[in-house]
C-alpha cells in the first residue's frame, strides 16, 4: 500500500495598502504588522505597497515562500472596490507567483464590506453629530 502525505497547507499574510510617499505611511504598516504578528502568534505577516513604498507586494511574498509559504493571504487596506483591488493587486500577485508553482493565493474584498466596519462608521458619526459644540 502506497501512502501519499497531503501538501499541508502554510498560510502567509501579506497586508496591502496603495502606499505613500510620506514615510510615515511605511512606519504605521510595520507597527501595524508586528502587533498583528504578535497578537496572533505568527511571524508569517508581511506589510506591502502596491506602489510608492517599500516593501513592494513582489518583495513581502517572497519573503513568506521563503518560509515555506504555500498559500498567501493578502488582505487589502482598500476601502471600497476599484481597479487597483479588482485588477491591479490580483495581476501583481500572479506575476509574482508565476516562478512558484503550487502557491496559492486570495485577496480580501474591500473593507467596508465588513459589517463591523460599518458599525465602527457609524459609531464615530453618531459620536461627531451628538459631541457638544463649543462656542
Not at 507567483?97 to 486570495?106: A, P
Not at 474584498?109 to 453629530?129: H, I, K, Q, S, Y
Amino acid at each position: 500500500m502506497c501512502y501519499t502525505a497531503a501538501m499541508q497547507r502554510k498560510t502567509g499574510v501579506i497586508m496591502i495598502t496603495h502606499g505613500s510617499q510620506l514615510a510615515a505611511g511605511k512606519a504605521i504598516m510595520a507597527k501595524l504588522a508586528q502587533r498583528l504578528r504578535v497578537r496572533l502568534g505568527t511571524n508569517l505577516i508581511e506589510p506591502c505597497f502596491m506602489e510608492l513604498g517599500e516593501p513592494s507586494i513582489p518583495e513581502a511574498i517572497g519573503r513568506l515562500t521563503a518560509r515555506d509559504c504555500n498559500h498567501i493571504f493578502a488582505y487589502a487596506f482598500f476601502l471600497v472596490s476599484g481597479k487597483h483591488l479588482l485588477e491591479d493587486i490580483p495581476s501583481i500577485i500572479k506575476e509574482a507567483l508565476r516562478n512558484h508553482q503550487g502557491v496559492t493565493y486570495e485577496v480580501t474584498g474591500p473593507m467596508l464590506n465588513d459589517p463591523d466596519l460599518f458599525e465602527l462608521v457609524v459609531l464615530r458619526m453618531e459620536t461627531a453629530l451628538h459631541a457638544p459644540r463649543h462656542p
